[in-house]
C-alpha cells in the first residue's frame, strides 16, 4: 500500500517561508494529479493547491502569488514552497496523491505555524 510523507513543517515568523514536501513509499504509476490540503484547528480541510500530470496547476485564492506548487515526476515527490507566509496560513498541510478524480492517497500531515 502507498504511503506519503511530509516534511518540512515547523514555526516560522509571519512574512518567513518553508518549503514542503511529500514523498511517496513507492512509485505511483498512474497519477491523475497532485496536491496539498490544509486543515486550521476548528476548521474544515481546504484545498491549497494542487498540479496535474501535465503540471497544471491551481491555488485557493488565499494563497495566490505567495505559494508554489512543484512536482519532480523522477522522483515522484511534490513540494509546496511557502513564501510571504502569514498567521492565518497556520495548520496542518495534508499531501494528496489522487489517482482519480474521487480516489488516491493521503499523508499524515505536517504542521505549519505562523507566529512571532
Known amino acids: 500500500q502507498v504511503q506519503l510523507v511530509e516534511s518540512g513543517g515547523g514555526l516560522v515568523q509571519p512574512g518567513g517561508s518553508l518549503r514542503l514536501s511529500c514523498a511517496a513509499s513507492?512509485?505511483?504509476?498512474?497519477?491523475?494529479?497532485m496536491g496539498w490540503y490544509r486543515q486550521a484547528p476548528g476548521k474544515q480541510r481546504e484545498l491549497v493547491a494542487t498540479?496535474?500530470?501535465?503540471?497544471?496547476?491551481n491555488y485557493a485564492d488565499s494563497v495566490k502569488g505567495r505559494f508554489t506548487i512543484s512536482r519532480d515526476a523522477a522522483k515522484n515527490k511534490v513540494y509546496l514552497q511557502m513564501n510571504s507566509l502569514k498567521p492565518e496560513d497556520t495548520a496542518v498541510y495534508y499531501c494528496n496523491y489522487r489517482i482519480t478524480v474521487t480516489t488516491g492517497y493521503w499523508g499524515q500531515g505536517t504542521q505549519v505555524t505562523v507566529s512571532s
Open positions: 498540479i496535474t500530470n501535465n503540471f497544471r496547476t
Open positions: 513507492m512509485s505511483i504509476l498512474s497519477i491523475y494529479d
